[in-house]
């Protein structure tokens, strides 16, 4: 009963949190910059819009192909028609309850083509560790390439007293924690090391697979089409158009992480990638259009795709 208290809770309280940010975007917004939005909704080039989603449909495909590399590695193979479908799929339940698609993935192989779901399960995982390697790594180099920028944000908005203060207090606790992880026998943290020890292992053994380089090229070019489809939509309204790439990337990684941290980035993505343009000079009401027209996109794709698959999986695999 606990666990399906908080399965619940799971599901419901995210899309709470969605809704009570969309109402308070809303809200906050006059209506000088409401009709600018319906203005910029209007207006948009939605061929730029189009041809981003293209590109993402390439994406889902290299991350059907890619799986065959993890899938082989571990003496299984599945047709990709199979493992493009459960790809679509996983995207759709993720934005439906949260990290449900790796589970909905590996049980729609499992169906399908008899790969045992702890297999399948365990390809899936370290794939989502490389990738999240691949998002550390857009992090990182976004922060150095906007460095200056950031910098001058920081000195700007932050008092120096206030900021050395936080750099010692994040200083310390950053000291504690790792102190506390290295020396600590506590049973939960124990259990932490233990996973975070196969998450290693199975990150490496990505590296030991006979077809390591194709794998790692895709999943270059899985993320290389992520950033490809936010740069290529703002170019779909006159005010982002001449926004330069460091600026573009900063508002992928900023959104990447509303996804992340949220139902699907519903609510969020929106506002955080508007407040961040907003850092540099966008109005935050193109901000806003701009963040609803990359995320309603991406959103419709994903609903269609993993809709369609789910009706045409029974009707190809029917003796399954």
Not at 229 to 234: A, D, E, G, R
Request: charged share 15%.
């Amino acid at each position: 009963m606990k666990k399906k208290i908080i399965r619940i809770l799971s599901i419901v309280l995210p899309l709470i949190l969605g809704v009570f940010l969309v109402i308070y975007a809303y809200n906050q917004l006059s209506s000088k910059e409401l009709e600018e939005i319906k203005r910029s909704f209007k207006t948009a080039d939605y061929l730029y819009v189009g041809l981003a989603l293209f590109v993402g449909v390439t994406g889902y495909i290299a991350r059907a192909y890619r799986w065959k590399y993890t899938l082989a590695h571990m003496g299984y193979t599945a047709p990709f028609p199979l493992k493009f479908s459960a790809v679509c799929i996983t995207y759709l339940m993720n934005i439906t309850i949260p990290r449900s698609g790796e589970v909905s993935r590996a049980l729609v192989l499992k169906r399908y083509s008899d790969v045992p779901f702890d297999k399948a399960f365990g390809t899936i995982i370290s794939e989502r560790v490389i990738d999240l390697f691949l998002l550390i790594i857009c992090l990182g180099g976004t922060i150095a390439l906007q460095y200056s920028a950031l910098k001058e944000y920081v000195s700007t908005n932050v008092p120096y007293e206030k900021l050395l203060f936080y750099a010692i207090i994040a200083l310390i606790l950053f000291t504690a924690s790792v102190l506390f992880y290295m020396y600590s026998r506590m049973a939960w943290l124990l259990k932490l090391k233990i996973k975070i020890a196969g998450l290693v292992e199975g990150v490496l053994s990505v590296f030991k697979m006979p077809n390591k380089w194709p794998f790692l090229i895709l999943s270059v070019y899985i993320w290389s089409t992520y950033i490809l489809m936010f740069y290529i939509t703002i170019f779909a309204l006159p005010e982002t158009s001449h926004l330069s790439f460091n600026v573009v990337m900063l508002a992928f990684v900023v959104g990447s992480l509303a996804i992340t941290f949220s139902n699907g980035g519903f609510g969020l993505f929106p506002i955080a990638v508007a407040k961040l343009l907003e850092v540099y000079g966008l109005p935050y009401a193109a901000g806003t259009a701009f963040g609803w027209i990359i995320w309603a996109s991406q959103t419709g794709l994903v609903i269609i795709l993993g809709g369609f698959s789910f009706l045409l999986l029974p009707l190809l695999y029917r003796k399954k």
